[in-house]
């Protein structure tokens, strides 16, 4: 897709879920090429930054819960 037909960030439109499933995936490291290229031209940047800041919140929350279990046993 050239560049001039690419949509501006802020214009793109793409789920929630289909965000969340990109940073997941992303999160794992495996991600089929096509599907990288659907979610660049689909997905808006800003979500996804936001989505992936509060996995990592939660994935460290989570870290942090499982460290306080096992040492408090």
Same mark, same amino acid.
């Given at each position: ?8 960030? @802020? ?12 940073? &997941? ?9 096509? #599907?990288?290229?659907? #979610? ?6 800003? @979500? !996804?930054?936001?989505?992936?800041? =509060?996995? =990592?919140? !939660?994935?460290?929350?989570?870290? !942090?819960? &499982? ?7």
């Amino acid at each position: 897709m050239s560049e001039e037909l690419k949509p501006a960030a @802020h214009k793109r439109k793409g789920s929630l879920l289909r965000t969340v499933k990109a940073v &997941l995936w992303s999160f794992v490291g495996l991600r089929a090429r096509g #599907d990288y290229e659907k #979610d660049v031209e689909q997905l808006n940047p800003l @979500h !996804i930054v936001v989505v992936a800041l =509060i996995g =990592i919140v !939660i994935f460290v929350g989570s870290l !942090i819960l &499982l460290a306080t279990w096992v040492v408090g046993k």
